[in-house]
């Protein structure tokens, strides 16, 4: 099956809406298409490295289309959801989605290493810099579980949000054990 080119009569609208987090404000944004269905592809925390600050101008509101991803963040941050189940729709190259699908295997409260993620992701250990290089760019923070990756010595290395945010998150999912 093909699929035409988008035009833009067919081109997907961005939405996006913000919600308060313990991390700060999150911006979460994504294609809705003209039948009304929608596909998560961003969430952006304060500070965020290599990603938008505010919605682009051409970007609607839309707090309707993201309830679902509001609500189970609410509900991750409250201690009630430890898997999120949302229709994504991340950019990428091939390499970058390999990589953020198999951060979706990292179980909650879990870490890995960067050689072990690219292990997990079908990479030879000698790619680890450019598995790093796709872990910083995921722009489904917390969603695709990011903050789960550590250095080969534990460290808390990189996040896009800082590694205060990092270490809260990680601390959340086991239970404030510190990191």
Not at 173 to 179: A, K, P, Q, V
């Amino acid at each position: 099956m093909t699929t035409a080119p988008a035009t833009p009569a067919t081109a997907p609208t961005t939405v996006f809406t913000t919600m308060d987090s313990p991390l700060g404000t999150l911006l979460l944004s994504g294609p809705l298409d003209a039948d009304g269905r929608f596909a998560l592809a961003a969430v952006t925390a304060p500070g965020q490295k290599g990603a938008l600050a505010e919605p682009a101008a051409h970007w609607r509101p839309d707090a309707d289309a993201l309830a679902p991803a509001v609500e189970q963040l609410t509900a991750y941050f409250a201690g009630e959801r430890t898997t999120f189940d949302l229709p994504l729709a991340p950019v990428g190259t091939a390499f970058r989605q390999q990589v953020w699908d198999a951060l979706d295997d990292i179980p909650y409260g879990a870490t890995l290493t960067y050689g072990q993620l690219a292990d997990a992701a079908g990479q030879s250990p000698r790619a680890v810099r450019a598995v790093g290089g796709a872990v910083g760019a995921n722009p489904l923070l917390i969603v695709r579980p990011c903050h789960r990756v550590i250095g080969a010595n534990g460290s808390l290395t990189g996040f896009a949000a800082g590694i205060d945010a990092k270490r809260w998150l990680l601390a959340h999912e086991s239970g404030d054990r510190l990191f």
